[in-house]
């Protein structure tokens, strides 16, 4: 029996639910990977189901920001009783409990555990971290790391903060000397960290060695007051994340022993003598750890909109084609399905290209160097697509639910607000492209191309795509005419490129967009591979409705843009069509089973958040309990109008 | 000299507009249709300028709920006493200053302008005209207009609410009989409202009527509660505009008069007997007009986000291309110019078309009704595609701003919330564009072809584009090509609906969305013709920069859109990549004019609201400024450390 399937459901969506052409859990078990993390997820429900402490006393878009505060770091105080659940030796676990925690708003201590913990395992030397290890995992050193400036980002050597040593008394002297200098966004460094990790341009003898990481405590223990000579504040309101602050930090002349900068890597000798680092190339793979980590993340935004715009689409009844035969459910306009289904699919196939991704940024950590490049233009290209595709997804699909979508009820501003800055934050998307291209021009003169570059030394074995119908269209088909197609744009714009004039940077310039578009199709190749190959060892049952969406995935990707697959005659306007008749044929195959498909996802209500994705389809009795937690109805008539319109009411009532 | 060039500025703001190869204020003149309007613009600027009390005590994105709604009322009652900035005569001027009070929240009263006040004009039968208007217009009488309900909006025969006339007492009973029956969104409905027009199901003698609209108070005139057996109240926050309730209401079989339907067009007679309206058919001319209005509106959010960004980007200095060379302006990046630029272009072009509705709506007004349908049709795919449009710029110039657009100090989060509610309100997008389509199919088979669908009816001229360099070509070549990819698109999407099988419902439905998607390039069409036409009569000494700009808005449509331009090989891919070397050389042209472009649309900094936009470039002290309003830096220590953290750091210290 489908466990979705409930007393006192509306019947609009227990009637989808029986319709569903697979088994639900057994879908749920593949998409979670596993019965194991499956379960490891259901205790973790439990638990928060059990603990109402941990949860918020009503929704979060009714606080104002002092509520959100509050309401955030009454929680993680609450955490600090249940820390039961937090287990560094279980990531999966420990973050799904957080993210359950605290949802869609910042946790306000995530830098410490995200950065700050992190950086000191890497940066810090054995004797640094004997000493301070200790703390930072005590629970009294509250820790962010602070990088970025007001006005400088990922060009690191331009940071303006210095830490010039002054050897008379073996300190560093931290300076912020402009306001653009000031440390500006890390997370809870205004209000709530005791410590921080400043990276700062270091200065010694007289010369500048580039920025390194300092640990600095900046509040005093006691009385958590910022200490002399550091300004602490917060930056102010944000799209999102308005639980937390994000801080700002000013540093007049304030001074540090020397032994706090971090010194696994490089030094400053007591007299001042700079001592190089060993090896000058930083790792990446705990970048590409916590890039993994975010497109799956992101990818569960994407996941938690088409829940909610598909089960409210299948309760919500608008226009009535036939006269006189009723109002029919908004899912069945073709319309409607073409705004929510692809993303249903995308969902999906970013979820898989994340695990992916993580799975292989496990095997790094083992050890297999060779394969780093490779890696990390693909964990950069991918953040950088999949976060902003999720975004366009979730826009869509709060367009989808009408004018319940501009409602708070819906759940989906806050979806939106919340991850819409992941186009940004953990590298600029725009920046991150540019990487990939970058990758991509000296894979394409390397003489040995790696496996997942080999495409690019392929010679193209076909002037004309082999489709010929939509139901045939092999799985090595499509890679083909992708791989033709990423093919063709590389080495386009790496053409292109060579043929510029100017200097490199100018030549470099205006062939950029150019240059990222390019590598965006080396990410989109990347996906459609790896979702093909995930697929095809997926279990049988679950298969065809896998690979419905897998092709609706694909063929969206390229009717949508079917220029590319044009050129040269490489399609003809016939198998485009072909293409597009393999959309409408797979969003008429989902139709069925697409409140199914959502279900599988197995987003818990605490995380959905959303009247109109509630389980049990009962939108319209949610909005009105919704309706309860609105201050403005606490009172008949309101405060404002007493206060300002019926004196002018009554004056003009006077003279009528 | 530069109007926009002062003393104190930031030297890389003022670099920019000394560099303008055109007057600006010639360019504003031009963009704000004429020197009157503009000067009328800058009469309610100054008032607003004198008149703090018509404005925002602090930023709105600092304020809570409750403060948002005393501020907006606050401003309102300042209105009444400053009404000598409204005159019903000078809309243009009334609606400036009523944008500039109220911004980018809620005018609590909009609807009783809006829609109040212009249904009661169309409706109400002369003597019921007579006694109403006067109250209406008092100050005293404020209304909304309640049509929508919680489970029903497009569809106004199956509105839930009705009204059923008792012959006994000569009374109508309007009753809510479910909780999907409450009317729900109405603006103000549920709190600052004494009266609504309410849209409700006539029955009369056993007999459904349809929809008709009825006079209603709901609120006690003296003490403005509530009336009894009318529930009212707030549906909870939104995306924006929450300085206002939107209400719902339901009613417990309550009674009004029998002349308080709206009787102009249909009547019921005291014994009960319905009389028909003498013509059936509603007039669309207002409609146009609202919309009309609307997309110039929409089209000026989209200037606010492309002035916020493109000055942003000449003062932010990131990364260093040619080493030791300092670090560049981000707007030299093509990249970036790429995320801006278009935007730029398509937020002039987007108010061209508007003000071009707006001119033809007028017209209307004065009789051509043969042009009603064409010019509905417009109207509605206008109001679709470029709502929908402005959200992605919108969105490309918040990303355009790295992190700091993610900081309500950017102004970006507020303008995106507040206009992306015009996807869906005033006619939901995707309903709009099938109405488009509906359209079309007649056109296409009607043996007459008006004006704007004239070219439906023309042959191809040719089977390739003309296109041969993007410097030659002509404005004719411009408008045929995009006329056969329109053609092609339009009698495509009619021939596959032809042939569908089923049931006419259904076999719309399956083509629905290529219906959509010919439907806007009807409008896209349009668009091109219209910006073409309007600068080839613009003053000479602005032809070159405003056809750059053209050029870049159709280049770039037509290189997004290359697919349709290819199919059967119309374009080549050789003359595609003309038209990107088109768009590089348009974005080469306009990165000096930039700044300058954008000052000329003249947006006053109480609109622009905005630190990263700042006319003066000063944004690094604006941010330090900014973070003064925050409630969090009122204290050094904050109140939920102490409250919730402090005793367990304590606890935990004394562990250590």
């Keep these: 029996m489908n466990r979705y399937v409930q007393q006192g459901d509306n019947p609009d969506i227990t009637e989808e639910r029986l319709k569903a052409t697979f088994d639900v859990d057994r ?97 810090a030397s054995p004797e640094q971290l004997a000493t301070w290890m200790p703390l930072a995992l005590s629970g009294t050193v509250i820790g962010t790391y602070a990088q970025t400036e007001m006005g400088h980002g990922t060009n690191l050597s331009k940071l303006e903060t210095t830490a010039t040593y002054d050897p008379n008394t ?54 958590h007051e910022a200490l002399k000579n550091v300004r602490l504040g917060d930056i102010g309101p944000k799209l999102s994340l308005n639980g937390s602050d994000n801080g700002y930090l000013i540093f007049d002349n304030f001074r540090i022993p020397r032994e706090n900068m971090l010194m696994r890597h490089s030094k400053v000798l007591p007299d001042g003598t700079y001592v190089k680092p060993p090896h000058s190339k930083l790792a990446y793979g705990g970048m590409v750890f916590v890039r993994s980590m975010m497109v799956r993340d992101i990818a569960n935004h994407l996941a938690n909109a088409v829940t909610i715009a598909t089960r409210y689409s299948a309760v919500r009844r608008q226009g009535e084609p036939v006269p006189g035969k009723g109002e029919v459910k908004i899912l069945d306009y073709q319309t409607q399905q073409y705004r929510i289904f692809p993303y249903i699919a995308k969902a999906i196939a970013f979820r898989i290209a994340g695990e992916e991704l993580q799975e292989v940024s ?26 902003f595709e999720v975004q366009q997804g979730i826009e869509q699909c709060r367009l989808a639910c009408g004018g319940h979508g501009y409602s708070h009820a819906s759940g989906i501003p806050e ?30 003169t390397s003489p040995v191309a790696s496996g997942i570059c080999a495409y690019l030394h392929k010679k193209s074995s076909a002037l004309q795509s082999a489709l010929s119908s939509h139901k ?80 609706l995935y694909i063929f969206d990707l390229q009717v949508s843009n ?60 949610g909005l009105m309990e919704w309706t309860k937690h609105s201050q403005l109805n606490e009172k008949d008539v309101p405060v404002a109008f007493d206060k300002y319109l019926a004196p002018i009411i009554k004056k003009l009532r006077s003279r009528l």
């Design 27 to 123: 879908f749920t078990e593949f998409y979670h990977g596993g019965l194991k993390r499956l379960k490891s997820r259901r205790k973790v429900e439990r638990y928060l189901e059990e603990h109402a402490e941990l949860r918020d006393i009503r929704p979060t878009p009714f606080m104002s920001r002092d509520e959100l505060i509050d309401n955030s770091i009454r929680k993680l105080a609450g955490m600090a009783k249940f820390n039961e659940m937090i287990d560094l030796n279980d990531i999966e676990k420990t973050t799904y409990f957080l993210q359950m925690v605290h949802v869609r708003d910042s946790m306000p201590f995530s830098l410490h555990y995200l950065m700050f913990l992190p950086v000191l395992n890497s940066q």
């Design 170 to 223: 073996q300190e560093f002297i931290l300076h912020t000397p402009t306001i653009s200098g000031a440390k500006w966004w890390p997370g809870s460094l205004g209000k709530f960290c005791n410590h921080a990790i400043i990276v700062a341009n270091l200065w010694t003898q007289g010369k500048c060695e580039g920025p390194h990481p300092f640990w600095v405590q900046i509040r005093d223990s006691e009385t």
């Design 362 to 387: 496990k095997q790094l950590k083992k050890g297999e160097a060779s394969q780093l490049p490779d890696i990390h233009a693909l964990s950069s290209g991918l953040k950088a697509l999949v976060t």
């Design 415 to 444: 979806l939106s607000a919340f991850s819409c800055g992941s186009c940004t934050y953990e590298g600029d998307n725009l920046v991150l492209m540019l990487q990939v291209a970058k990758y991509l021009t000296k894979a394409v």
């Design 472 to 551: 045939t269209y092999s799985d090595l088909q499509i890679v083909q005419d992708f791989e033709h197609v990423t093919r063709r744009a590389v080495l386009q714009a790496m053409d292109k490129l060579k043929i510029a004039s100017g200097t490199m940077p100018d030549a470099w310039n205006r062939c950029s967009v150019e240059l990222s578009k390019a590598a965006r199709w080396h990410i989109r190749l990347y996906i459609v591979r790896i979702v093909l190959s995930k697929i095809s060892t997926a279990p049988e049952d679950l298969k065809p409705v896998l690979r419905t969406l897998a092709k």
């Design 562 to 621: 079917k220029g590319h697959f044009m050129e040269e005659g490489y399609m003809s306007a016939q198998q485009i069509d072909e293409l597009k008749e393999g959309i409408w044929d797979a969003m008429s195959t989902i139709r069925p089973d697409a409140v199914s498909i959502v279900d599988a996802f197995a987003i818990h209500e605490i995380e959905l958040k959303s009247v109109l994705g509630r389980r049990d389809g009962n939108v319209y009795p």
